[in-house]
């Protein structure tokens, strides 16, 4: 068991799994991660997940697109060819409110979108990270570090108690689906 990295416990119901993860943090045990087919809510309190920072890149693509979208009105309709119609100013700032907000919704899905795929590492060609083929069915797995958690008996006997239906030893960080 030298060569072991995770042992996984699979779970056939989410309530089980949780009360597998109390089991766990109840002896000291730290969960590496947390592999589910459906949200399950509460889990990320329960395993210490901090909030996630993804508002703040939507509000900094939002104010780029705020930015970039005035700035293309008033250079075009001010600065480089400004027009005399029906006798309306250059600078007619209700003007300006529909497309500036068009191209903040559009910059900020856009830049979510990308910063989505760039932080779950989801680039064209690359395998998918998956502990268990089956999370992404129809179990609950939890992982745990074993080389942070020597006692392997005592992590094997406290998922089996929680309800596990298998605990695996993964000598690898991920399955591919070949």
């Known amino acids: 068991m030298s060569n072991t990295k995770y042992i996984l416990g699979s779970f056939a119901d989410p309530d089980d799994m949780m009360h597998g993860i109390d089991k766990l943090q109840a002896n000291n045990i730290s969960i590496y991660d947390c592999f589910t087919p459906m949200p399950i809510h509460g889990i990320e309190a329960k395993l210490g997940v901090k909030p996630s920072r993804l ?38 700032m209700p003007n300006f409110v529909p497309v500036t907000f068009e191209v903040t919704i559009l910059l900020c899905a856009l830049g979510m979108v990308a910063t989505f795929f760039f932080r779950n590492h ?31 008996a005592l992590i094997d006997s406290l998922l089996k108690e929680a309800g596990a239906v298998e605990v695996k030893y993964n000598d690898r960080k991920y399955v591919s689906y070949e």
């Open 55 to 92: 508002p703040i890149a939507a509000f900094c693509f939002g104010a780029l697109g705020t930015t970039l979208g005035f700035s293309l009105l008033y250079y075009t309709m001010v600065y480089d060819w400004p027009m005399n119609i029906g006798g309306k100013p250059s600078f007619a």
């Open 122 to 152: 989801l680039f064209p060609g690359r395998t998918p990270r998956v502990m268990d083929l089956r999370a992404t069915d129809d179990r609950f797995i939890l992982a745990v570090d074993a080389k942070e958690n020597a006692d392997h």
